[in-house]
Nanobody, 123 residues
Framework: VQLQASGGGLVQAGGSLRLSCAASTFTLNYYTIGWFRQAPGKEREGVSCISSSGGTTYYADSVKGRFTISRDGAQNTVYLQMNSLKPEDTGVYYC?????????????????WGQGTQVTVSS
């Protein structure tokens, strides 16, 4: 099971990025997909999540109203649209997949992880 996270980069505060989480060897539609981030010296934290059906989504309080998670079944990809970015959003963003994890559960609940993509927001 391989996940590829991409779309990170350097952006000014107030800007936008769209992260992608893709899989080439399995169908993401059956999995809960979570986005997590880790800033230097800090623990990995949950940012957003979408259930396998797409009917349930979760956002950390710090990103509500700014980030949107979505699925594209045809592309076998989950997206995280990040708007109004702030310097505190800086970190390595990881996507993770699990067959039974519920949205809002900690990183340890997920079995499969992508390699991470760096997001840097300058002030």
């Amino acid at each position: 099971v391989q996940l590829q996270a991409s779309g990170g980069g350097l952006v000014q505060a107030g800007g936008s990025l769209r992260l992608s989480c893709a899989a080439s060897t399995f169908t993401l539609n059956y999995y809960t997909i979570g986005w997590f981030r880790q800033a230097p010296g800090k623990e990995r934290e949950g940012v957003s999540c979408i259930s396998s059906s797409g009917g349930t989504t979760y956002y950390a309080d710090s990103v509500k109203g700014r980030f949107t998670i979505s699925r594209d079944g045809a592309q076998n990809t989950v997206y995280l649209q990040m708007n109004s970015l702030k310097p505190e959003d800086t970190g390595v963003y990881y996507c993770a997949a699990d067959l039974i994890a519920k949205c809002g559960t900690p990183p340890g609940s997920y079995d499969y992880w992508g390699q991470g993509t760096q997001v840097t927001v300058s002030s």
